[in-house]
């Protein structure tokens, strides 16, 4: 009597039909796809043994399930990207959906190293400084209009230089008579001291912070004999050769303000109209 060769499923016998083993036990073929066979993403059906079995990103499919979503051919020996949530092959991709490289003209393909600027893309190696003409790849670039240049080159033809030390100002400076400076390079011309900031004055061409315009050119208070400058109390009265800030022009005997009042000169003295009837 035969020994028992039965499907380990269905427990019927198996001589002289064709089974497939599963870890050394058998099953029928309508036991094995029943309990092995995995389900098609697309059809929702099983992928039996016998049909070709595909799998991307976790999910099965059936060879003729597995299509572009454009053209409806088959991927299973095309090369396709996923767009959004549909699957297109390359072909698709490059006719209806990739972006054009600006410098070649040509596809930018799914996968390849590519920059994206303005809304417009470029392969790697075609996005290229105007000046020197080098790939720019990662590093920084300044845009001019449609060119574009690496940091360098952009320096060397467009950059402001200061007028003093002649040097490429990258940011910042301040602005003097038109011209650009370094904040370090532009001084008082007495104490140098830099200006940046600060109230200034000038004396012909030359900056001067406030305590230097002051002690090398401003006019002395006739009261009070401090400088009198343009800054603070900057207002002054003047009369004949004698200057007063406004705050320090007074009469000599009653200290009353005789700004917008007559007054009379009494040799060193100003004296209002009361003081001077005494």
Known sequence: MSEAFDCDGCKESLYGRKYIQVNDVPHCVPCYDRLYANTCQECKELIQHTSRELYYEERYYHEHCLRCSHCSRSLADEPFTRQEDVLVCNECYRNEVSSKCVGCAKTVMPGSKRLEYGGCS??????????????????????????????????????????HCKQILVQGGVTYRDEPWHKECFLCSGCKVQLAGQPFTTQGEDPFCVKCFSNLYAQKCAACDKPITGFGEGKYVSFEDRQWHQSCFKC????????????????????????NAK
């Open 252 to 275: 000599s005997e009653c200290s009353v303000s005789l700004v917008g009042a007559g007054f009379f000169p009494d040799g060193t003295k100003i004296l209002c109209k009361n003081c």
């Open 122 to 163: 470029w392969h790697e190696e075609c996005f290229v400084c105007c000046g020197c003409e080098k790939p720019i790849g990662g590093q920084s670039f300044i845009p001019d209009k449609d060119e574009f240049y690496c940091v360098s080159c952009y320096e060397g033809r467009f950059a402001p230089r200061c007028a």
